[in-house]
């Protein structure tokens, strides 16, 4: 069966204090890996798009990776705006078009 | 370039009751896809439409359809409702490739099922 299992749920930061979430998966026929912000009440916001292992993406303070098996969202010193939920989706094929499977999500509190 | 639009923003039904959800795809995409989110979780896939045509569904029962239109416009109804089907509907849309697909989302219909 397809799944996405995101680590921890949630983690608690000091403004600057680096740190790793995590999310590992076991799917069939991989096409694509997503990272979603979602903030209390409103849509997820597009963050990246990982396609092979090996893969890096950067975007400001976040750097996402990908492995065979997981993929981890790097946040370096981040501040309180930072704040929010962290989703990660795998997609697979269907007959006819794909689907996409979401992790939980991870909480992440930055304090000032 | 105009983002994925939802309405109504938030509803309150009573059970056995049926409800519409309003999509408007972001321009130039011509797939959507719905989500049911229940609080503190991920989005859960209720099934996809490409050219006017459901083509993946997720595990939720048949009182839940929908329609796209030909201006890739989308439906959601749901008949019958149930308590536990008070969650956060949300519509994505994206360009179908035979690759990856990056789906955009909307805001949302918070829907209360009293």
């Known amino acids: 069966e397809d799944q996405v299992t995101q680590s921890p749920e949630a983690l608690r930061l000091q403004e600057g204090e680096s740190s790793s979430l995590n999310c590992s998966y076991t799917?069939?026929?991989?096409?694509?890996l997503f990272w979603y912000r979602q903030d209390p009440g409103k849509g997820p916001e597009f963050l990246f798009t990982?396609?092979?292992a090996g893969e890096e993406k950067e975007k400001e303070r976040l750097k996402a990776t990908l492995t065979k098996k997981e993929s981890f969202l790097h946040i370096t010193a981040p501040k309180p705006e930072d704040s929010a939920t962290y989703l990660c989706?795998?997609?697979?094929?269907?007959?006819?078009?794909?689907?996409?499977?979401f992790g939980a999500g991870t909480r992440l509190f930055v304090k000032a | 370039e105009t983002g994925v639009t939802q309405s109504p923003t938030h509803l309150i039904k009573t059970r056995g009751q049926q409800v519409t959800l309003r999509c408007s795809s972001q321009?130039?995409?011509?797939?959507v896809s719905w989500y049911q989110q229940a609080l503190g979780q991920g989005p859960q896939f209720i099934f996809q439409?490409?050219?006017?045509?459901?083509?993946g569904r997720g595990n939720f029962p048949p009182r839940f359809s929908g329609l796209q239109f030909p201006n890739y416009s989308s439906e959601l109804n749901v008949n019958a409702l149930e308590l536990d089907d008070s969650a956060l509907y949300l519509c994505?849309?994206?360009?179908?490739?035979?690759?990856?697909?990056?789906?955009?989302f909307g805001p949302g219909t918070r829907l209360t099922v009293l």
């Open positions: 990982l396609y092979s």
């Open positions: 439409y490409y050219r006017e045509e459901e083509n």
């Open positions: 799917v069939s026929g991989l096409r694509g």
């Open positions: 989706a795998v997609q697979v094929g269907v007959t006819g078009g794909f689907k996409t499977i």
């Open positions: 321009s130039g995409h011509n797939t």
């Open positions: 994505a849309s994206s360009l179908f490739r035979q690759g990856y697909n990056e789906q955009f």
